[in-house]
């Protein structure tokens, strides 16, 4: 844990240690909400050996930033960490953490929720999986943009 808000990495992270850094010496958190994304065995109905992630480094970095700073805007949170893993996966692979500090816990509660949406939909990932039937490029999903919607934001990724 470096103290930054946005890290795009290879290495796995571990939640406790970024909790608690997230945490270090602001009395005035009473809540923390995190949430973890792992690779997922099966999608869209096949087998999934494996995921490789891409990103445009530097442009990745800004949009999350820019992400954390509306959630500030809507949100009373204290402090927000997102980690984005990148590269080659396996499934039950941790690959991402979003993770929000606040002094209730319904503001950490939606900060993150809105952080995940955003992120699903706004941040420049290219995910590629390894199936039975050869690799395929994974697509936004409409549901993504809808949850992304019911804050006010209209995309239209699918």
Not at 55 to 68: D, L, N, P, R, V
Not at 104 to 128: I, N, V
Not at 149 to 154: L, V
């Amino acid at each position: 844990m470096t103290g930054e808000r946005v890290s795009i990495q290879t290495e796995d992270f571990d939640l406790q240690k970024e909790i608690a850094a997230l945490r270090a010496g602001d009395p005035r958190v009473g809540a923390v909400c995190s949430f973890i994304g792992t690779v997922r065995d099966r999608n869209d109905g096949s087998d999934v050996a494996s995921m490789e992630l891409e990103h445009y480094s530097g442009m990745t970095e800004k949009a999350i930033e820019s992400m954390i700073d509306e959630a500030q805007r809507r949100f009373d949170i204290l402090g927000a960490r997102v980690i984005h893993r990148v590269g080659l996966l396996q499934p039950q692979d941790q690959i991402m953490m979003v993770a929000v500090t606040s002094a209730h816990r319904g503001e950490s509660f939606q900060a993150c929720e809105f952080l995940m949406d955003y992120l699903k939909t706004q941040a420049p990932f290219w995910k590629k999986e390894q199936t039975p039937e050869g690799a395929r490029w994974v697509d936004a999903r409409v549901d993504d943009d809808d949850a992304l919607a019911r804050w006010g934001i209209q995309a239209s990724n699918a």
